[in-house]
Structure formats: structure tokens, C-alpha cells
């Protein structure tokens, strides 16, 4: 039995080769596939708050937005943009922080100093590492003359790895996670 082993071996060497080099070739293709797509920019987003106030001509839109990061590999968000109108007229949020509500909570209301923390909007870029997610309050500007559609919010993330569109539905009651 093992002398028909060692025959068959050595009469066919270069038919093993070859099948043992296509074997690693698929194996690697495999891996490679695998790799990439376990890398690929794979963000969800979910809006959980829309907040609008006018002043004078222009319009300031809060939206509380949950970002998570589902791939192996760290996104570095570096802008938003809402995009409005049959056009998809696009508005970039705004890049530093700024100043969008405040939270008032005493631990203990007869007792305790009451606390006021300020809360500011996001910091771009925002890094998420892998399997991260975060809440950010985003703040765009627009002029007052433009409307918001009621049901669905369109934005453009712009991240290190490629660009991703989504289409997001305008929650019923805002939850108001921080008073915004």
C-alpha cells in the first residue's frame, strides 16, 4: 500500500505541484476576499432627534444621530453633508463645536447643587475604531427660506475610506435624549 503511494507520487510529480499550487492560489484568493470584506466602510446611522430653530435668514438644524462603525477596521468621518430638493442641493454641518443645549440634573433635588452641563455639537472628523458607535449632535445651517421634508432626511458621511448616502426616516416624537 505505501509502495503504490511512493509510485504514484514520484511518476506524478508535476500533477501534484500543480494541484497543491491551485489549491494555495484559491486558499489566498479566499483570504484576500475575506479581508476586504471584512474592512470594507460599513457604517449604520440612525437619527434619533431633529431639532429646527430660525433665526433671521438662516436656519439651524440639530440632529441627534447614533454612528456605528461595522467594520474590522477604524472610519474617520471627516464631514456630513444633508442633501435637500429634487437637486440634492448639498449643506456641510458644521465643523467645530458649538454650543446646542444644556442639561440640567440634581442627583437629589432637595439636597444636592443642581448641575448645568453644557453640551456642544460634533468635532470633526470623528475617529471610530472597530465595532465603535457613538451619539454626536450634528448642527447644519441653511437658509430659512428651505424645507426639511417631514418624513425621510438624506446625508452624505464623507469618511477616509469612501462616501456613503443615507436615506433616514424622520422619528415622530423626538425622543430628546439631551434637550436639544
Not at 15 to 34: M, P
Not at 77 to 91: E, F, N, V
Not at 139 to 153: E, M
Request: overall charge positive; hydrophobic content about 40%; charged content about 20%.
Amino acid at each position: 500500500m505505501l509502495s503504490t503511494i511512493v509510485k504514484f507520487v514520484t511518476e506524478n510529480k508535476s500533477l501534484l505541484t500543480t494541484v497543491i499550487a491551485i489549491a494555495g492560489f484559491v486558499l489566498s484568493l479566499f483570504q484576500f476576499i475575506h479581508s476586504l470584506w471584512n474592512k470594507r466602510t460599513n457604517i449604520s446611522v440612525s437619527l434619533e432627534t431633529l431639532c429646527t430653530l430660525n433665526v433671521e435668514n438662516e436656519q439651524s438644524i440639530k440632529l441627534g444621530l447614533i454612528l456605528q462603525n461595522n467594520s474590522s477596521s477604524a472610519i474617520i468621518i471627516t464631514r456630513i453633508s444633508l442633501l435637500l430638493g429634487h437637486c440634492r442641493t448639498s449643506y456641510p454641518c458644521v465643523l467645530t463645536h458649538r454650543w446646542v443645549a444644556e442639561r440640567y440634573h440634581p442627583k437629589y433635588n432637595e439636597t444636592d447643587i443642581p448641575i448645568t452641563e453644557r453640551i456642544f455639537s460634533a468635532d470633526f472628523p470623528i475617529s471610530l475604531q472597530p465595532s465603535q458607535g457613538i451619539f454626536e449632535i450634528v448642527l447644519f445651517d441653511i437658509p430659512a427660506n428651505v424645507k426639511l421634508s417631514n418624513d425621510f432626511i438624506t446625508l452624505k458621511i464623507i469618511t477616509n475610506k469612501r462616501n456613503k448616502i443615507c436615506v433616514l426616516q424622520v422619528p415622530k416624537e423626538s425622543k430628546d435624549l439631551l434637550s436639544i
